[in-house]
């Protein structure tokens, strides 16, 4: 199989209801044929044509007699992905790329439509001029949702969240310490044509630009480095702040309001944990203290942390079934730290999941907030008095964030934590006073769309 067929795989796959991200590694782990330069290009290409799908939609249909809408699913990808290569790729020319789709579509024993394909194409690649092109269709966003980040964070704002989502994907890591030091990682990494940068934030991530396959790496097929935006990376961190050990413990009273019992396990409940990267970081940080649940809602979800627990090797994380609807009494008051990193509409992650943006509604974000509270107030009890709720989300949706937030101090028994002392110093500033909580924005922020905010149980 091509890389253009490959990619015209996923895009079905994607049309069908998978997730890109999912429909993409496992194409890639299929073709086992394909090399670093061969899985760039099926990545980018899937990405963009995803990410300006309105677009090259508009522009088919200015050219073609049958609406995108009517045509054959593969034959509807076939001209979507080849005219996002003419319209935004200009290292194949025109005629390859053309030649190559009349050929994928031949090869699909569609001959009969090899004829209409060179056509669209040829006339897409002829125009120079396109009109009717508003902001909706260029930035492949609904207006809808362009409206709505007008009227929370205004246009500059939003300009800047447009161009960060469609800016391509930026892939970090943290190191497993337990496993692998700094220096001998670093040097595995370059000699395999790897080269690493420090993220912005928080210290310990870093910034991977590959060069080849992540799977073929022997950092991450030995449990060395775990793929994760920086942003979830901080959200673990900030959790089990009061308790690192580390040797870089951050800034806050103890979660008692007096100095915590140094050897007694600290017990953590992560309610959404798949694919469990928080769950990892937490227990690394916590060290032999760790007495981490993860929890997730499905038997899938629990066996893929399962697989990248022991590729880790992470220890004291005990990854099950449970949702987080159902109330466990045994857990009730037990836990030192509840992390909810609840589901939601995944606004703030659309650049690695750009196919988001046509699956959501705001009747879907309202329907989420009314789980993400019913969640929250289930889980909730579980956090003992003195404890700590930490709520996060991966959208930029103030209706998932801030409201939610705001329930949280106002309906359940927990009061704010200011995020502000334990927060790296460039976030510091970033933080809605008083509250403390924190809102990242892609275009904005050096990461993915993000929320979190802090909660202590009140004592009594």
Known sequence: MTPRETAVQVLLA???????????????QRNTSLDARDERFIRRVVRGTLEKRLLLDHRINQKSKMPVE?????????????????CFMDK????????????MTKRAHMQGLAGFVNAVLRAVSREDHWT???????????????SQWRQEYGAETTA?????????????????????????????????????????????????????????????????????DISSVLAAELAVAEYRTDG????????????????????????????????????????????VRACDL????????????????????????????????????????????????????????????????PEQIDSLQCLQREILQNVSRYVRPGGVLLYSTCTICRAENTENAAFIREQLPFES?????????????????????????????PSDGFFVAKFRRQQG
């Open 160 to 228: 800047r969240m447009v161009a960060g989502i469609t800016g391509g994907e930026r892939l970090t890591f943290t190191r497993q310490e337990a496993l692998v030091g700094e220096e001998k990682l670093l040097q595995s990494l370059e000699v395999e044509g790897c080269r690493v940068e420090k993220a912005a934030f928080p210290e310990s991530a870093r910034v991977l630009i590959l060069g080849r396959p992540l799977k073929t790496l022997t950092a991450f097929q030995r449990g060395w480095i775990h793929i994760q």
């Open 298 to 361: 499905t038997a899938e979800k629990v066996e893929r942390m399962r697989e990248n627990l022991k590729r880790s090797g992470t220890k004291g994380v005990l990854p099950m079934v449970q949702d987080a609807r159902e109330f466990v009494p045994a857990w009730e008051g037990k836990m030192d730290i509840v992390l909810a990193d609840l589901p939601c509409s995944g606004l703030g992650v659309m650049g690695r999941k750009p196919e988001i943006r046509y699956l959501i509604s």
């Open 70 to 86: 009517k045509q054959k699913p593969r034959i509807r990808q076939i001209l979507r992905m080849s005219a996002y290569q003419i």
């Open 417 to 445: 934590v200011d995020l502000r002392p334990q927060l790296p110093e460039i976030l510091q500033n970033e933080a809605s006073a008083p509250e403390g909580w924190l809102q990242l924005l892609p275009g904005v922020h």
């Open 132 to 146: 009717g092109e508003s902001e909706e269709i260029t930035s492949g966003i609904p207006e809808w949702l362009l």
């Open 248 to 291: 870089n413990k951050m800034t806050g009273r103890k979660a008692d309001g007096q100095k915590a019992e140094e050897d007694r396990p600290v017990r953590v409940l992560d309610v959404c944990a798949a694919p469990g990267g928080k769950s990892i970081r937490m227990a690394q940080l916590l060290g032999s203290r760790a007495q």
């Open 92 to 103: 194949t020319p025109d005629a390859a790329v053309i030649h190559e789709a009349v050929e």
């Open 14 to 28: 994607v049309e069908q209801g998978e997730k890109s991200h999912l429909a993409l590694e496992e194409a890639l």
